[in-house]
């Protein structure tokens, strides 16, 4: 098997709609776990206010590096994803 060294790569983790991450504006640090593997990950007070209050899906997005033997993601941030449009049933289109 051939290894080739990279020195980063781009990580996207989509949360849909209603299963948004509650991330503290104090303290906006968290722990990602994927499969027991941790990667520490920061974002700014304010992607972590409007996170608070989104009501619709998000993509955080990162350049993941290895810093001090640890699993990094750097240069953190939110892609905001739209809510869906609240379904009207049929009947209740009729008695309008």
Known sequence: MTTIPITSAKLNVVFPQGK???????RPEFM??????KICARINSKA????AVHTGGAVLQGRLLVE????????AGFSWIDPRPVEVSPKETANV
């Open 20 to 26: 948004l991450p509650a991330i503290d504006p104090a």
């Open 68 to 75: 001090g033997g640890k699993l990094c993601l750097v240069d």
């Open 48 to 51: 972590a206010r409007k996170l």
């Open 32 to 37: 990602l776990d994927l499969g027991g593997v």
